[in-house]
């Protein structure tokens, strides 16, 4: 290793700092001191992580997890969209076929078999909140 012979200045603090810490990693000289403290510094440097480096890969990984969410989202309403067409059309066609002109709301008159309908649906729609719930505590 190449070294080069300085000559320098410390307060009073700095000095009793460089002479514990030789005394406590079993340094001869001033010099091999600074030596350590400096390259010590240098590879925590290294590691330092700039706020701006932590936000990116903070950004990077909230993008990715947000983007699978709002896949299971998307597919979950494009779903349900699907199902809606479908009793709309059927409905249409019921009201077509049987000539209904008017209709009576749920707020009106619910019918004994709306409400049971509506339970059903209530169930399953717990049961699969649950089996999700279980299927995510079991990873």
């Known amino acids: 290793m190449n070294t080069k012979r300085r000559m320098i200045?410390?307060?009073?603090?700095?000095?009793?700092?460089?002479q514990y810490y030789m005394a406590e990693h079993k340094?001869?000289?001033?010099?091999?001191?600074?030596?350590?403290?400096?390259?010590?510094y240098r590879a925590e440097?290294?590691?330092?992580?700039?706020?701006?480096?932590?936000?990116?890969?903070?950004s990077?990984?909230?993008?990715?997890?947000?983007?699978?969410?709002?896949?299971k989202i998307r597919l979950g309403v494009n779903?349900?969209?699907?199902?809606?067409?479908?009793l709309l059309?059927?409905?249409?066609?019921?009201?077509?076929h049987e000539g209904y002109?008017?209709?009576i709301t749920t707020g009106t008159m619910e019918l004994d078999e709306i409400k049971y309908?509506?339970?059903?649906?209530?169930?399953?729609?717990?049961?699969?909140?649950q089996k999700r719930l279980s299927r995510k505590h079991l990873k």
């Open 45 to 58: 440097e290294k590691k330092e992580w700039s706020l701006e480096t932590i936000s990116e890969i903070v």
């Open 27 to 40: 340094l001869r000289f001033p010099g091999e001191a600074i030596m350590d403290i400096c390259q010590k």
């Open 117 to 129: 309908a509506r339970e059903e649906v209530e169930k399953r729609i717990q049961k699969q909140r």
């Open 60 to 71: 990077h990984n909230l993008h990715d997890v947000l983007r699978e969410e709002l896949k």
């Open 9 to 18: 200045t410390l307060d009073e603090e700095t000095d009793q700092y460089l």
């Open 89 to 96: 059309e059927l409905m249409n066609g019921l009201y077509f």
């Open 79 to 86: 779903q349900t969209d699907k199902y809606a067409q479908v």
């Open 101 to 103: 002109k008017g209709i």
